[in-house]
């Protein structure tokens, strides 16, 4: 079992900056991937980045890559989502996950899931 709280969500006005982390406890946190996920009012829960037990291997979203940056650190059992030049559209629910094994952009391959932090981007 691994137990998932994310925190930093909030609310930022568009063009700035935002950093999400994920707290793991239970099993061993390098034993799995993680990713970040997110849903807004009214769509289906979507893949935002996902990176491997090492943080030697990431993959993001098209709309994602370039503005945002998935890391971990072991150590601290956290992973962390840096969002950059956020856009009204970025507004939306943001869940960790974690899975063993490889990276994955499905949702229906994670096993555990954090109760997720809130981001809203005022334009």
């Known amino acids: 079992q691994v137990q998932l709280v994310e925190s930093g969500g909030g609310l930022v006005q568009a063009g700035d900056s935002l950093r999400l982390s994920c707290a793991a406890s239970g099993q061993t946190f390098s034993s799995y991937a993680m990713g970040w996920f997110r849903q807004a009012p009214g769509k289906e829960r979507e893949f935002v980045a996902t990176i491997n037990w090492s943080g030697g291997g990431t993959y993001y979203a098209d709309s994602m890559r370039g503005r945002f940056t998935i890391s971990r650190d072991n150590a601290k059992n956290t992973v962390y989502l840096q969002m950059n030049s956020l856009k009204s559209e970025d507004t939306a629910v943001y869940y960790c996950?974690?899975?063993?094994?490889?990276?994955?952009?499905?949702?229906?391959?994670?096993?555990?899931w954090g109760q997720g932090t809130q981001v809203t981007v005022s334009s």
């Open positions: 996950a974690a899975r063993k094994g490889g990276i994955s952009s499905l949702s229906n391959q994670y096993a555990y």
